[in-house]
């Protein structure tokens, strides 16, 4: 379907890969992984034209059709989020003219028999791609797509201007799925989506009957639907046939066996290199002596196997506060829209957060999960109802828009410098480089940066304070799995207590020891762990 054959590619100055083979299958499922920056969007931007390869070919077998989800939507407006979606299908809407067409033809009663045999021939090859790609049930398709995606029917009516950035991403990916192409592209799918909807379109396609390759920071969901990988990492790529549990594992036997190869070739070296140094004055040894040159010479170098670079976190010594972090009595929020009408997000919530809990906050997008987190640490006011803070809790807050406070006029070393007033330059450099900033890059400025690396400068900021309370608003969004796996890492090892909202269930199994649900203006405290929750709600 799809032959990637010895493409090279450098962008900006750096060779992004060199030589890079791999394919896709009908009906594949693959996952495209590897450190941000390593080339996974310029792989999508060169399958669908917008970028040519530097040297190799791709190759696309027949007509095959391709959608591509991007982190750029681009303009949408003029229509509502129904009509946005099914616009999307744009073969549904040629094939409609071409059938009409080819009806209004065969109602003429002068057509020959050739062109009637002709038409018909015609009409069933576009009927058939016609029904193939949903044509027949465009609407309801695109209805049933929107609402899965999270977006209510009482909204397909709206109009797309009127949607925010987040679930215009959402009507976008929507336009893709309506498709039902050969082959989906889908660069980072399950950002700005909540764990339900994540899990419905883990389904979709799952169900989906034709191939995809995808990008995502989210590792139960790649597990869940991938049977292939390809990772692109230090200008290489490598296939490996298994989901990304397997490909991990994998990677640590190929890594093992390429440290014995680069072993034995080593020790090999050094033998045929003492024998040359030895005898290369002796005449009776020459003509060996040169053999073994020669050998030497033609021999391919075993290169060693490097890891990624990765975050390296060193918490501070938090001081130890008290056992009853907050004590939350008979709370409530509600908020007033632009018409003035009042609409309560929760009430009545009450609960205390012990010393070292580690409590997910989960809910559908809207259910008030950020609102709370945001009362507690002080963001916006509660409409009524009780929040006390214990004594001697400090509070650390990552929100969805943390990354917008920082300044974009400053370097990285000055954000961290003003954030962290009492240390020192070198303690502020060595802070810097264990969140992968190193040399002149502290230098760079705040606006230069991707939304991956202002989440490391935040992130930088808050876990080098000595906060006895964390209170983090998906803290993974914008990190690759590598840096999700560290922050995780560095979590369980935090000493404090956390209130985490996240989409990423793996890091919540890993991580939660409670679960605080959020669900129609009520909130429950569930004193199990991630997993534990999720059966709980499987066996209701």
């Known amino acids: ?32 992984v590897g ?124 109009m797309v201007e009127d949607f925010s950035g987040g679930w215009k991403m959402r009507i976008a990916l929507a ?55 390809v990772e692109v990492s230090r200008g290489k790529v490598n296939s490996f046939s298994g989901n990304y549990d397997f490909y991990l594992k994998e990677k640590e036997i190929r890594k093992q066996q390429n440290a014995a190869e680069f072993g034995r070739q080593k020790d090999m070296l050094k033998k045929e290199e003492e024998f040359i140094a030895r005898f290369q004055a002796r005449a009776s040894h020459a003509a060996q002596v040169q053999s073994r040159v020669k050998k030497l010479e033609k021999i391919e170098r075993v290169e060693l196997l490097s890891d990624d670079e990765e975050m390296s976190i060193l918490l501070p010594e938090i001081p130890r506060g008290g056992n009853d972090v907050v004590v939350i009595k008979n709370l409530a929020k509600t908020w007033s829209d632009s018409t003035g009408r009042k609409k309560e997000v929760f009430r009545e919530l009450s609960m205390t957060i012990n010393r070292q809990e580690k409590i997910a906050v989960v809910g559908v997008n809207g259910a008030g999960k950020s609102t709370l987190l945001k009362i507690l640490a002080n963001k916006t006011t509660q409409s009524y109802g009780e929040v006390y803070i214990g004594p001697s809790i400090t509070t650390g807050y990552f929100g969805q828009h943390t990354l917008e406070v920082l300044n974009p006029e400053n370097t990285i070393f000055e954000e961290l410098k003003q954030k962290l007033p009492e240390r020192n330059d070198a303690n502020i450099r060595n802070i810097l480089a264990a969140f992968l900033f190193k040399g002149d890059e502290v230098f760079k400025k705040i606006q230069c940066l991707s939304g991956g690396e202002k989440a490391r400068v935040v992130l930088a900021c808050i876990l080098s304070t000595p906060y ?23 979590l369980k090892r935090y000493q404090g207590t956390l209130m985490i909202v996240s989409h990423d269930r793996y890091f919540l199994h890993e991580i939660t020891t409670k679960v605080l649900e959020i669900n129609k203006g009520f909130a429950y405290l569930y004193p199990g762990n991630y997993h534990e929750y999720q059966e709980y709600l499987e066996s209701k």
């Not at 592209?185 to 764990?195: F, G, S, V, W």
């Open 1 to 32: 379907m799809l032959q990637i054959s010895n493409v090279s590619k450098i962008l900006g100055g750096q060779n992004l890969f060199s030589n890079a083979n791999f394919k896709i299958n009908s009906g594949e499922k693959v996952g495209l």
């Open 468 to 490: 006895n309370f964390l209170i983090m608003d998906e803290p993974t969004n914008h990190l690759d799995i590598k840096s999700r796996e560290i922050l995780l890492s560095t």
């Open 175 to 229: 336009k893709v799925l309506i498709c039902l192409p050969d082959l989906i592209l889908m660069d980072e799918p399950t950002n700005y989506l909540d764990i339900e909807t994540i899990l419905w379109l883990e389904q979709w396609l799952i169900n989906f009957k034709g191939a995809v390759l995808m990008t995502t920071h989210d590792r139960e969901f790649m597990n869940k639907i991938v049977n292939k990988i």
């Open 35 to 158: 450190p941000n920056g390593a080339g996974k969007t310029t792989f999508f931007r060169m399958i669908v034209g917008e970028m040519k390869p530097d040297e190799g070919q791709i190759s696309l077998q027949g007509k095959i059709r391709i959608a591509y989800f991007s982190q750029n939507v681009g303009e949408m407006r003029g229509k509502n989020a129904l009509a946005e979606v099914m616009s999307g299908n744009r073969r549904v809407s040629e094939l409609a003219i071409l059938l009409k067409n080819i009806e209004e033809k065969l109602s003429n009663p002068d057509l020959d028999e050739n062109e009637l045999n002709e038409s018909l021939e015609k009409m069933g090859e576009a009927q058939t791609e016609f029904e193939k790609i949903g044509g027949y049930n465009i609407e309801s398709n695109a209805e049933e797509i929107l609402t899965g995606l999270g977006i209510a029917p009482q909204d397909h009516s709206k």
